[in-house]
């Protein structure tokens, strides 16, 4: 298993279709996940810091977890199929819940667990971005500064 950060979601054009970018944290491949707009909502919000009057789904299971003292420990991203990414949910001790791998990372960024991905899994679907591509993610990281939430309704 490797460590992934989140880079952030943005809206992959034309399809509008968002996605969720990953980085290995000790290497230089990146992981794209097409997700729904309604966890790239959450994940953004997170990112950014919004707190919304009332509790999302993933903040709702957050604070269930809390009060049940089951601790998210770590979210694994175990498999590739079809090209559908399957995810774990590991809690408390020695607990694992499969779960699909938006709701796992909106979950994981909420409570500061670590995201980490199967080799294979890397292997299979991981993207290096030579040096010269760079500044596309930079790019992203400027559009991540900028977008909304409310972008990834509709």
Same mark, same amino acid.
């Given at each position: 298993?490797?460590? /992934? ?8 054009? #034309?399809?509008?279709? #968002?996605?969720? &970018? ?18 790239? *909502? ?12 009332? #509790? &999302? *789904?993933?903040? /709702? ?6 009060? /049940?003292?089951? #601790? ?5 991203? *175990? ?11 590991? @809690?408390?001790?020695?607990?694992? @819940? ?6 796992? @990372? ?8 670590? @995201? ?6 890397? *292997? ?31």
């Amino acid at each position: 298993m490797r460590e /992934l950060s989140v880079v952030g979601v943005r809206v992959e054009l #034309p399809s509008n279709q #968002p996605i969720v &970018l990953l980085r290995e944290v000790d290497g230089d491949r990146y992981l794209p996940i097409w997700i729904g707009a309604v966890e790239a *909502t959450a994940i953004a919000y997170e990112q950014q810091g919004v707190k919304p009057a009332r #509790p &999302l *789904t993933h903040d /709702l299971l957050r604070d269930v977890l809390a009060a /049940l003292e089951a #601790p998210l420990k770590a979210v694994e991203i *175990t498999e590739l199929k079809e090209n559908v990414f399957y995810a774990d949910l590991l @809690i408390g001790e020695g607990l694992r @819940i499969s779960a699909r791998p938006s709701d796992s @990372i909106a979950l994981a960024l909420r409570v500061g667990a670590p @995201i980490r991905c199967a080799d294979q899994v890397l *292997t299979e679907a991981g993207i290096v971005i030579p040096d010269e591509q760079e500044d596309e993610v930079e790019k992203f990281r400027e559009f991540l500064d900028q977008v909304r939430p409310e972008d990834f309704a509709g």
